[in-house]
C-alpha cells in the first residue's frame, strides 16, 4: 500500500469545546476559526444556547457574543449532552457557579458514565447536584449558587474534572487549586491564561487565584491530534509513500502517541512548529515503509495519549512482538468500554490479545491483512482505529456502524480512501 498527499483532520475536540465555553465567558465578542462541526460540539453550543448565549450555527468563522463569566441565564429546558462527556462535565462546572439549576441529560452511553468525579468537588465548593436515578449518572440536576474556595486532589488525573473545577472557579470568582497524580491534558489552562487569566501551573497542581475574568479572543482551533494520529498509523503502515498532517495541535499533553510511534519504529517528523491561541501547532510528517515493533506503555504515559489507545491496539497487531498497556482504568468508563471492546474485535480478526484489568496484551505477527466483524458499541475510536486496519492491502474488516465517527471527525472515511488512492 502507497500513501499520499496531506491529510487536513478536523479542528480539535477538547479545545472546541473549550472555545465555545470561554468565548460564551468573556466580557465581549470572540472570534472562533476553525471549530470542528460535530455532534459532540453542537451539543455544548446547544448547551450554552439554552443558557442565552448567542452562539451561531457553527462555522469554519464565527463570533460568539459573550455575557461575562457569570452572565448565564436559568435554562428553560433541559441540556441535552447527547454522547459528549465533555459538555456534561465542563457545563456542570459553569453551570455550578450560578444561581439556578440546570438537568443534564444524554444518550444512553452517556448516562452510564461516571459523574460523581465531577460532582463530589462541585458539592465540596457548595453547589448542589442531584440524580434522577443512579447516584452519579444522568440524568443529574446540578443546583449552583455562592461558591467557595476549593483545593482538591483528584484520584484519578482527569482533564474533564479539573477543567470542570477551574471553569467554577472562573466563574464564581473564587481561588482554586487542583492537584493530579499524573498530568493530564492542560487545553484549559493554555486557553484560560491566552485570555488573561492568572493561571499558575507547578508541576501536577493547577491554581487559579480569586477576582479572574476572561477576556474576549481572536483564536484559531487547530486540528485534532487524536484526529491525526489515524493517519499517523497509517502512514507508519504503508509500505510506501509520505502522508503529510498540517496545522495540528502538539500540545505536549497530547502528543503521547506520536511519541510511542516513533519508538514502535516509525519516522515522524515535525516542522513549521508555531503557538496559536496558547496552544503548539505544527505539521506533522509521517514516512512509511518501516517495520514496526511491540512497546510497553507505562501508566505515567497514558494520560497524553489516552484517546489514541484502541488505535494503539490495532497498530500492535502489525507490529512485530508483544505490546502491553497498563495504567489506563479509565478505558473502561469512556464511551465503550474500550478495553473489553478492542480485545474482543481483535480477537474477531484472530490477533493474539488480552484484557488486563487496566490495560491491555497484544501479540504482533507483523503487517498482514485482517478480515472479519467489528462491533463499534457506537464509539467513533473504534471504528477509526479498525478503519485504519480495514485499509491495509487484502483487508475485508466489515465495521458495524462507520458514521458513528462524525462524532469527532466528519469526513473520515473520504480522506481515508483518499489518502490510500495512490
Sequence with gaps: MR??????????????????????????????????????????????????????????????????????????????????????????????????AARFVGDASLSRRPMGRVARPLEAMGARVAYDGEAGRLPMTVHGGDLRDLE??????????????????????????????????????????????????????????????????????PGDPSSAAFFAALGALAGAGELVLPEVCLNPTRTGFFFVLARMGARLTVDDERREGGEDVGTVLVAAGTP?????????????????????????????????????????????????????NLRALDVDADELPDGFVVRGRGPRAFRGA???????????????????????VRVDDPACVDVSFPGFWDALRTATAA
Design 292 to 344: 514496526l515493533r511491540g512497546t510497553v506503555v507505562e501508566p505515567h504515559e497514558v494520560p497524553a495519549m489516552i484517546d489514541e489507545l484502541p488505535l494503539l491496539a490495532c497498530l500492535a497487531a502489525c507490529a512485530e512482538g508483544e505490546t502491553r498497556v497498563t495504567g489506563a482504568s479509565e478505558l473502561r468508563v469512556k464511551e465503550s468500554d474500550r478495553i473489553a471492546a478492542v480485545v474482543a
Design 3 to 100: 500513501v499520499s498527499g496531506a491529510v487536513r483532520v478536523p479542528g480539535d475536540k477538547s479545545i472546541s469545546h473549550r472555545a465555545l465555553l470561554l468565548a460564551a465567558m468573556g466580557d465581549g465578542p470572540s472570534r472562533v476559526r476553525g471549530i470542528l462541526d460535530s455532534a459532540d460540539v453542537r451539543a455544548t453550543a446547544g448547551a450554552l444556547r439554552a443558557m442565552g448565549v448567542d452562539v451561531p450555527e457553527l462555522a469554519p468563522d464565527m463570533v460568539v457574543v459573550g455575557r461575562g463569566a457569570r452572565g448565564l441565564a436559568a435554562p428553560s429546558r433541559d441540556l441535552d449532552c447527547a454522547n459528549s462527556g465533555t459538555t456534561t462535565r465542563l457545563t456542570a462546572g459553569l453551570v455550578a457557579a450560578h444561581p439556578f
Design 374 to 396: 467489528v462491533a463499534t458499541h457506537a464509539d467513533h475510536r473504534l471504528a477509526m482505529g479498525f478503519g485504519i486496519l480495514g485499509a491495509l492491502p487484502g483487508s475485508d
Design 152 to 221: 482538591w486532589t483528584s484520584e484519578t488525573s482527569s482533564a474533564q474534572v479539573k477543567s470542570a473545577i477551574l471553569l467554577a472557579g472562573v466563574a464564581a470568582g473564587v481561588e482554586v487549586t487542583v492537584r493530579e497524580p499524573h498530568r493530564s491534558r492542560d487545553h484549559t489552562e493554555r486557553m484560560l491564561a491566552a485570555r488573561g487569566v492568572d493561571v499558575w501551573v507547578h508541576d501536577r497542581a493547577v491554581h487559579v487565584p480569586t477576582g479572574a475574568r476572561v477576556a474576549p479572543l481572536d483564536a484559531a482551533v
